[in-house]
C-alpha cells in the first residue's frame, strides 16, 4: 500500500461524513426529547416505547439524508465509469436547471452526449479512411520507431504476399522495406516484392499514434504507368507514321500504276513522254518529301547533349530578334540575366518560337504589319521569357505539340516539339496559350538560372 492509499485509508469516508453530520444535527433535539420525556411522571414501559420511537426516527433520518446525498453521486460515478469504457449509451435522470446536483447532472449528461457525438464521428473517420486505404491501388506501410510494420493496406499485403497476422510487428529487415525508410523522398527505385516487381515512386511521411512518431511508405507503381504511357506513344507514332508515310506513298502507287499502264499501250500516245516526265516528277517529289519526313524524325529523336557555358539572354534575345526579316519583331527588354546552357540550342529555340510567331502574324496581316514581341523577367531563381504574336491563336482542339502536326504548307511539325525538348533538357518547360487581351498566341519559356 502506497503512503497515498494509507493515508486515503485512514480518513472518514465522504458517506460516513454525512451520516455523522446528520446524527449531530438531531442529537440536541432527541436529547432534550429524551430529558424531558424521563422527567416526567409516566410508567416505564410508555417511556421505553417513546424513547425506541425516538430514536428510530433520529436514526431513519441520518440514514435517509446519507442516502439522498450519496446516491446520486453514485449514479454519475457509474455514468463517468462507463464514459472511461466507452459506452455513452447511458444518462441520468434529474437534470434541471436552478438545482446544483440537478445541474451537474445536466452537464455531465451534456458531456456523454458530446463524447458520444465525437465517437462516431471518429468511427466513422475510420471507417471511410479504411476504405479508402483498401481502394487506393498504392502500398501503404506505418512502422513505429522500432521499425516495426504497424499498419500495412489491401495492396501492401498483396505486394508483400501474406495475410495481416503474418506482417504486423515484423522488422522492416525482414519485409525488404528497410532501405525505404532512408534516403530521399520522392525517389523512384527498382524492388522486387513476392507479389509484384518493378520500378516504384517512393514517399515518406510521418504521423502519430498514441503520442509517438511513426513513419509512413508509400510505393507506387510505375511500371503498368510506363507501360500504357508507352503503348499510348506507339500508338501515336504508328498513327503519325502512317499518316505521313501515308500520303507519300499514294501518289508514288498511283503514279507508277498509271505509268505500268502507258508503257503497256500499243501504240503509244503522242505526249506519252510528258506524261512519263510528269509521272516520275511526282514519284521524286513525294520520295523527297518522305525522305524529309524520315530526317525530320531523326532529327527529332537524337538531340545532342548540350554544351553548357554562359548565355547572356538579352544579347540572345537580340540576336535572334534581327534574323527576323519576315516582319518587325519588337524587344521588351528585362533585367540582366546570364543562365548557364547551351547557346546553340537555346538559339534554336528561340528561332522556332520567334519564327512561329512571325509566321501567325502573317496570316492576318500578310503586308507585315503584324505584331511580334519578345521580353523576359525573373520569378524567384527562374528566367521568364516570353514570345507573343497577334495571329489566329491556337486551336484547343489540337495539340501545338504532337509531332509532325503544323499548319503550314511546307512546314515539318517538329519544330515545337524540338524547342519543347531543349528546354526539358535545361530543365525548363515551354508552354503555349491564347492571349487574353487579344487575339494571338503567347509562348512561355521558364529556366532556371542556377
Not at 399 to 405: E, G, H, I, L
Request: one cysteine or more.
Amino acid at each position: 500500500m502506497t503512503q497515498d492509499e494509507f493515508a486515503s485509508g485512514r480518513k472518514m469516508k465522504y458517506e460516513h461524513h454525512i451520516l455523522t453530520g446528520a446524527l449531530l444535527t438531531g442529537a440536541v433535539g432527541s436529547a432534550v426529547s429524551l430529558l424531558f420525556l424521563w422527567r416526567a411522571d409516566y410508567t416505564a414501559g410508555p417511556k421505553v416505547a417513546v424513547t425506541l420511537l425516538i430514536l428510530a426516527t433520529w436514526l431513519g433520518f441520518a440514514l435517509s439524508l446519507r442516502a439522498k446525498a450519496v446516491f446520486p453521486l453514485r449514479t454519475l460515478s457509474n455514468l463517468l465509469s462507463a464514459l472511461r469504457e466507452g459506452d455513452f449509451s447511458l444518462q441520468v435522470k434529474g437534470a434541471r436547471r436552478g438545482d446544483a446536483l440537478g445541474e451537474l447532472i445536466w452537464e455531465v449528461n451534456t458531456l456523454a452526449e458530446s463524447l458520444r457525438e465525437q465517437r462516431l464521428g471518429a468511427v466513422e473517420a475510420t471507417a471511410l479512411l479504411r476504405k479508402i486505404m483498401a481502394q487506393i491501388d498504392v502500398a501503404m506501410f506505418g512502422f513505429d520507431a522500432d521499425q516495426r510494420l504497424q499498419l500495412a493496406n489491401d495492396s501492401g499485403k498483396g505486394l508483400l504476399g501474406r495475410a495481416e497476422h503474418e506482417l504486423l510487428g515484423r522488422h522492416a529487415a525482414e519485409l525488404g522495406l528497410a532501405d525505404c525508410l532512408e534516403g530521399p523522398t520522392p525517389r523512384v527505385v527498382d524492388m522486387v516484392f513476392p507479389g509484384g516487381f518493378g520500378r516504384w515512386e517512393l514517399r515518406r511521411g510521418n504521423y502519430r499514434e498514441r503520442g509517438l512518431s511513426h513513419q509512413l511508405i508509400f510505393l507506387t507503381d510505375l511500371t503498368r504507368t510506363l507501360h500504357e504511357e508507352e503503348r499510348l506513344a506507339w500508338k501515336r507514332l504508328f498513327q503519325v507514321l502512317r499518316h505521313e508515310i501515308g500520303n507519300s506513298l499514294t501518289p508514288i502507287q498511283s503514279a507508277a500504276e498509271s505509268l505500268q499502264s502507258l508503257l503497256s499501250r500499243q501504240p503509244r500516245p503522242e505526249d506519252w513522254l510528258a506524261d512519263m516526265r510528269s509521272g516520275l516528277q511526282i514519284i521524286a517529289d513525294r520520295s523527297e518529301a518522305l525522305h524529309r519526313f524520315i530526317t525530320s524524325y531523326s532529327q527529332l529523336t537524337h538531340l545532342p547533349k548540350p554544351s553548357i557555358s554562359a548565355v547572356n539572354i538579352e544579347a540572345l534575345v537580340r540576336h535572334v530578334a534581327g534574323l527576323e526579316t519576315r516582319t518587325a519583331v519588337s524587344i521588351v527588354p528585362g533585367p540582366d540575366v546570364v543562365i548557364r546552357g547551351d547557346r546553340a540550342q537555346l538559339e534554336q529555340l528561340l528561332i522556332n518560337v520567334v519564327a512561329n510567331g512571325a509566321e501567325a502574324s502573317l496570316e492576318t496581316k500578310p503586308d507585315g504589319d503584324g505584331q511580334v514581341q519578345v521580353g523576359w523577367d525573373m520569378e524567384g531563381q527562374q528566367l521568364h521569357l516570353w514570345v507573343q504574336d497577334d495571329g489566329p491563336g491556337l486551336d484547343e482542339d489540337k495539340d501545338a505539340f504532337m509531332p509532325f502536326y503544323t499548319t503550314k504548307l511546307q512546314g515539318s511539325g517538329i519544330g515545337l516539339v524540338l524547342s519543347r525538348q531543349i528546354a526539358e533538357v535545361h530543365g525548363g518547360s515551354l508552354t503555349l496559350e491564347n492571349r487574353q487581351d487579344k487575339r494571338g498566341c503567347r509562348a512561355h519559356l521558364r529556366l532556371p538560372v542556377e
